[in-house]
């Protein structure tokens, strides 16, 4: 009689354990020796990664085909208990799991998946919450989530919370609002102080990004705007200055600060980009890494700091001075019209950080 190895389950890891132990099998040519059997409720692979997706319903691949193909046995059924002291598993042949029966192995890989534990005691749950763990789970919420445009306007309509801003968390709160197709309030809720905590540091910054771009407005109220400044909810609109919640530095997650520094920059591409889908001419992105600061002590002179965490460049007297030259007589405009259309141009505006050190070196040739 040929050996078995039993495989419980048919989700990827059950899958690819039926086919490696296969692959093995035929490359020793012991197909009439060795055989590989899985068992589990369906012959369908569940695509989880994407049950976070519209139409979660079509996330089911048959793999009936394939097994087929490849020599390998399904068997449909539930198992209920293994016995390795014989080597066998009690399963239930019937959705309903009464008909029960007893399958022998040689070999066995428990591959049964997972599911989510829904805590108890939590006023609500079960009649509120839904879930994206199983195709099912995720095709009841698709259904509840279509179903909301039906329902009269209200807060509560138009707002989701999703519990555990993990992997999977994550991933769902920002696939919702394309799914909803209109405006909704998206909360996440997680015992860690940190959105994507498990994930690490490294993707947090994009994380941060594409969760912050969900929303319209920041903490301060400014419109949120692409890298062009552009709303992307109306393309004929551009906000700039200090409406407008910008990202200066992608690398390091920056948004623009309220400052007449970035005001100059985000002026000159917002008129530009404005002007550039009506003339033909191609748009340009914002983007302002170098940041320089400029303090005024009053009697104390001044301090210039540079980067985001403000590292002292120069103090004192000296500083007092520069700081009177930025504000006496830079952020005016030119009074001659070709100076100031010329000066207009987004990309002259140049590195502060070089503008700074030029204004330092020219300070102190004066001095």
Known sequence: MPERILIIGAGFAGLWSALSAQRLIQLRNKQNDVHVVVIAPKPSLVVRPRLYEANPSAMAHDIAPLLHATGIQFLEGIVHAIDPSSSTITYASDTAGVATATLSYDRLVLAAGSSVVRPEGVQGLSAHAFDIDSLASAATLDAHLK?????????????????????????????LPARLGRHMRIILVDPSDAVGAQLGAGPRPAIAAALAALRDRDALGRVRVDATLRVPSARAVFVTGDAAHAVADP?????????????????????????????????????????????????????????????????????????????????????????????????????????????????????
């Not at 707002?159 to 769902?172: D, K, N, Q, R």
């Open 147 to 175: 179903s909301l445009a039906s329902l009269p306007p209200s807060a509560a309509r138009d707002t989701v919370v999703v519990c555990g801003a993990g992997f999977t968390g994550i991933e769902l709160a920002t696939e």
């Open 251 to 367: 690398a390091a997650g920056q948004a623009a600060l309220m400052c007449c520094q970035h005001a100059l920059l985000l002026g000159r591409v917002a008129g530009h980009n404005a002007a550039a889908g009506l003339v033909g001419a191609p748009l340009v992105d914002y983007a302002q890494a170098a940041y320089n600061c400029c303090l005024d002590l009053g009697g104390h002179g001044a301090v210039i700091c540079r980067g985001w965490q403000r590292d002292v460049m120069l103090e004192g007297d000296m500083a007092k001075r520069v700081k009177q030259y930025i504000n006496g007589t830079l952020i005016y405009p030119p009074t001659d019209a070709a100076e100031a259309l010329a000066a207009a141009d987004p990309g002259l505006y140049g590195d502060s950080d070089e503008l700074f050190r030029q204004m330092i070196e020219t300070t102190k040739g004066a001095a």
